[in-house]
T-cell receptor, first 115, second 110 residues
C-alpha cells in the first residue's frame, strides 16, 4: 500500500511569506502528526490530529498551525516565515490504536528553505 | 526535552552485531521504550518497542534491564544499509508526543 505522501518535497520561500505543506496519510490511518527537524534542535513535535481534531500540541508559536480534513489528509501552515523556520518538516500517520504496537509511519518530509 | 541519553556515534563492522545503548533512568512505570532509525534524507522508521521484557522482531532485538533504567538495541548482523541515526524514545501508551533526542549515528563499515 502507498506510504505517507508529503508535498511538495522542496520549497523555497522568502521571509515574511506564509507556506502550506500537505500530508496524505496511509489509507485508513486517522492520526497524523507533524514534526520539525533542524540540525540544531533535532526532531521536535509540532502537533497531532485525529479525526479532524487537534489532539496534542508541541511548544511552537502560534505561527504554526494545522488542520485535518475528513479524508484524514492534513495540512500545516506557517505564517510570517522566519529564517529559523528552515527545516525538514515530517508528517507521520498511524491507524487507530496502532501507533502503540506498530509505531508511526513517517513520510520523507518537505524541506523548507526560508531566504 | 528528551528523556533518554545515547552516545552520539558508533561504528560497527559489516556482518557483526551492532549494540546500541540507551539510558532512560527517569522512566516511569507506564512508559514504553521505542526505537526508530532515520536513514539520510528519509523520515524515521519504527524498529521495535518494549515495556520490561526483551523483545525481538525481524529487524532487531531489544534488551531492557530489570530496573528499566537502560536498554540496548541489537542489530544481529549489521549491513551497510543499517547506517543511520538511531533514536531511543520513551513514551506512555496513550501519549503520541514523541520526544526525540539527538540519537546515535551508527556507521556500518565494510
Amino acid at each position: 500500500k502507498a506510504g505517507v505522501t508529503q508535498t511538495p518535497r522542496y520549497l523555497i520561500k522568502t521571509r515574511g511569506q506564509q507556506v502550506t505543506l500537505s500530508c496524505s496519510p496511509i489509507s485508513g490511518h486517522r492520526s497524523v502528526s507533524w514534526y520539525q527537524q533542524t540540525p540544531g534542535q533535532g526532531l521536535q513535535f509540532l502537533f497531532e490530529y485525529f479525526s479532524e481534531t487537534q489532539r496534542n500540541k508541541g511548544n511552537f508559536p502560534g505561527r504554526f498551525s494545522g488542520r485535518q480534513f475528513s479524508n484524514s489528509r492534513s495540512e500545516m501552515n506557517v505564517s510570517t516565515l522566519e529564517l529559523g523556520d528552515s527545516a525538514l518538516y515530517l508528517c507521520a500517520s498511524s491507524g487507530l490504536g496502532q501507533s502503540f504496537n506498530y509505531g508511526y509511519t513517517f513520510g520523507s518530509g518537505t524541506r523548507l528553505t526560508v531566504v | 526535552d528528551a528523556k533518554t541519553t545515547q552516545p552520539p556515534s558508533m561504528d560497527c563492522a559489516e556482518g557483526r552485531a551492532a549494540n546500541l545503548p540507551c539510558n532512560h533512568s527517569t522512566i516511569s512505570g507506564n512508559e514504553y521504550v521505542y526505537w526508530y532509525r532515520q536513514i539520510h534524507s528519509q523520515g524515521p522508521q519504527y524498529i521495535i518497542h518494549g515495556l520490561k521484557n526483551n523483545e525481538t522482531n525481524e529487524m532487531a532485538s531489544l534488551i531492557i534491564t530489570e530496573d528499566r533504567k537502560s536498554s540496548t538495541l541489537i542489530l544481529p548482523h549489521a549491513t551497510l544499509r543499517d547506517t543511520a541515526v538511531y533514536y531511543c524514545i520513551v513514551r506512555e501508551r496513550n501519549n503520541n508526543d514523541m520526544r526525540f533526542g539527538a540519537g546515535t549515528r551508527l556507521t556500518v563499515k565494510p
